[in-house]
């Protein structure tokens, strides 16, 4: 009864005051009793104690779960330190919270273009060595000496827990994928990484906590979506092995926050545009394929048609949107899964823009009837008014921007090039 009471004081008064309390009391009475002999004398009253903290505990988390993780920095390092407590671990009653302040995260997938670019913001953001990248593959030196990397393959469950435990992960962000091209090729690949890869994702984040993040993509949506624009709710038959294993993230993302209160959080990202990437490739390849070309050979040969209208969003807005999304109180988002969208263009608008600064720019067409099909099938625009309205989404690159700022960065890149 007392518990109880002093619960539901606690709870009015907020977090920090609901947690700190007995967390004091706990170490002085640890301190009075660490001395020996009024351990042995007072045995029971300190193990009594410690049973009614662990109760006291229980009460807590039932009311902050889900929560206390977008409380101030005071009351996520109140529960931290309450939860080494009852667990018998040795904790200062002066301890800094500092390096506890920040979540601690983990990058799956890392090496690619949006993990090496979303762990530059979030260690600006968080601290340096609060950010892990992690790949099967060795990293580039420039990569291996700008922060923490680890070796993590998504498949190996046992490893991926250690890593998460080892290293006291609170936010994984799971990039791993098998993306389109390769995926057609090898199904089996995509099912694996896709489909299994994540499912250990969502165990180890429910079993231990975590925030978790998973991007998805405007190939979740096929033929029969709705296109100008596609609503976040809306008839989802990807044609594709990768926009299949998505719409399947989505789904199962978003079961086990209702089933297992996992805060899971995925964003359906745009055809992302960056100068620091060549064409590989892929459909929306052609924006990038545009820039270099333009000013490399000053003539490009498109393989779209001139009205081919697709959703798009510079690199720096898609990592900024991921880092807001990620920091955005739980209690603000209406939906685990939201659209974002930023530019939406004709390869003859975007041709035109170019034009205003490469006025020699020659053009053809030659369009691919495959790369056309899968353009058709995607959508114009993805309607992303509930983002905007639940967690502040605001794109910053138009169409004109995002033009000069392709032109300034390819072409300071070629100069740097021809000078060494």
Known sequence: MVVEAWFNHGAQLGPAVLLEGPLKLYHKLSIHFSSGEEFQAFPVVFSFYRLTLKRWMMLVMQLLRGTVKHAGSSAQCSAKRLSSAVGGISTSSHQSCTDTDHPKVLITGGLGQLGVGLAKLLRRQFGKNNVILSDIRKPPNHVYHNGPFIFSDILDFKNLREIVVNNNISWLVHYSAVLSAVGENNVALAKEVNITGLHNILDIATEHGLRVFVPSTMEAFGPSSSSDPTPELCVQRPRTIYGVSKVHAEL????????????????????????????????????????????????????????????????????????????????????????????????HHLIQEIQKVLPDLKVTYNVDPVRQAIADSWPMALEDSAARRDWGWKHEYDLSEFVQTMLTHITTGNQLAQAY
Do not use: W
């Not at 270099?292 to 898609?318: F, P, Q, W």
């Open 252 to 347: 199962m993302g978003e079961y086990y926050h209702h089933r297992f209160g996992l805060d899971f959080r995925c964003l359906r990202y745009p055809g992302i545009i960056s100068a620091d990437s060549q064409p590989g490739g892929g459909t929306t390849d052609y924006a990038v394929q545009t820039f270099h070309a333009a000013v490399k050979t000053g003539s490009l040969e498109c393989n779209l048609r001139s009205d081919t209208r697709l959703s798009l969003m510079y690199i720096d807005d898609c990592l900024r949107a991921t880092l807001e999304f990620l920091e955005a109180p739980a209690d603000t988002l209406v939906n685990r899964t939201y659209n974002i969208n930023a530019m939406n263009f004709t390869l």
